[in-house]
Structures are given as C-alpha cells and as structure tokens.
T-cell receptor, first 116, second 110 residues
C-alpha cells in the first residue's frame, strides 16, 4: 500500500509570495492533518480535515489555510509568506471509522519550504 | 488536551536498554498513550500505543502504571540507528488530532 505522499518536496519562495502544498493520503484514509516543524517550535499542529471539512485547528494566523477534496487529497496554502514560515510541513493521514477509536497517524516525508 | 513532559535528551550505548519516561498528570479517561520516532528531515513514525498496563511489539514495550499518569517507553538493546527524537503523545478518541510535545532526543553511541 502506498504511503502518504507530499509535493513538492522542496520549495523556495520569497517574502510576500504565496505557496500551495499538496498531500495525498493513504488510500482509504479520510482524515488529513497538517503540521509545521521548525527547530525552535518543534512540531506544531496546523489543522485537520475530515470528509472535506476542517474539524480541528491549531493556533496559526489566517494566512494559513487548507482544504480537502472529495478523494481525501488535501492542500494547504500560505499567503503573504514571512521569513518565519520557513519550515518542514508535514502531512499525516489516518483512517478513522464511525466508531471513532484512536487511529494511528501515518506521516508523509514533508515539504521543506524556504522563504528568502 | 493532556500535556506531556519528557526529558529533553538522553544518551546511551549500543546494546543497552533505554527507558524514556513521559509524565501526563491530567490524562483523561478516553486518552490513549502513543509514542512516535522521528529521524531528521523525515516525518514521525508510529512506534507503539497503549491504554493501560503493558504493551509489547517487535520494536518496543510500553509500560503504563495503574494511575496512567506516566508511561515508559522501553527500547531493548538499542543500536546506532535508534538515534532519533522520540515523542510521547496523549490523545482522546479519533475525533481529535494529536499534539506533539518537545520530544526526547536519544543519542546512541558505539
């Protein structure tokens, strides 16, 4: 079974630009979460999507947004990039079922974003 | 969400057993305890998950006392390739994504 894939793997942008990152979850997984990882702040939760709806959100400004499509693929967008947005952006998927027991998260390799 | 506290770093030698303890004093009834491993520039990888007592799989054991206010990840006979950051997470049912703490940076030396 293919794992979580993220594109692109590396990205260089300049301040003020916007960027869109893509995540394809494992087949059958309906939940996609996004995390930002920086050396100073560690792994921080951005948001989670389930069935095309955002159902959890971390403490990030409105410049960070996301969406999920009917095939569970997800994109996140960062507008008006700042130097501090340079980070590894990780996507994770999990199955979730109607019984809502805990489900293991599977992470993708991440997208390394550098803002100059 | 239950907050977790774990040591920032640990050192060990190849072949030794490593125990990493995590404190989670305000764990809730529905919370599970999960450990992830992360290598540099890679996404975290699930190691083990438990609710109470002891859980063992092919890579690790997880010990959870009766009060569930702490847990210990045990890695038997570590090797150099076990050098990584280990995260302890506590989460409720699958309705909520998990919050990662600072993690424990394990350095295994020859």
């Amino acid at each position: 079974k293919a794992g979580v894939t993220q594109t692109p793997r590396y990205l260089i942008k300049t301040r003020g630009q916007q960027v869109t990152l893509s995540c394809s979850p494992i087949s059958g997984h309906r939940s996609v979460s996004w995390y930002q990882q920086t050396p100073g702040q560690g792994l921080q939760f951005l948001f989670e999507y389930f069935s095309e709806t955002q159902r959890n959100k971390g403490n990030f400004p409105g410049r960070f947004s996301g969406r999920q499509f009917s095939n569970s693929r997800s994109e996140m967008n960062v507008s008006t990039l700042e130097l501090g947005d340079s980070a590894l952006y990780l996507c994770a998927s999990r199955r979730t079922t109607a019984r809502e027991g805990y489900n293991e998260q599977f992470f993708g390799p991440g997208t390394r974003l550098t803002v100059l | 969400l239950a907050k977790t506290t774990q040591p920032i770093s640990m050192d060990s030698y190849e072949g030794q057993e490593v125990n990493i303890t995590c404190s989670h004093n305000n764990i809730a009834t529905n919370d599970y305890i999960t450990w992830y491993q992360q290598f540099p520039s890679q996404g975290p990888r699930f190691i083990i998950q438990g609710y109470k007592t002891k859980v063992t799989n092919e890579v690790a054991s997880l010990f959870i006392p009766a009060d569930r206010k702490s847990s210990t990840l045990s890695l038997p006979r570590v090797s150099l390739s076990d050098t990584a950051v280990y995260y302890c997470l506590v989460g409720d049912t699958g309705r909520r994504a998990l919050t990662f703490g600072s993690g424990t940076r394990l350095q295994v030396q020859p």
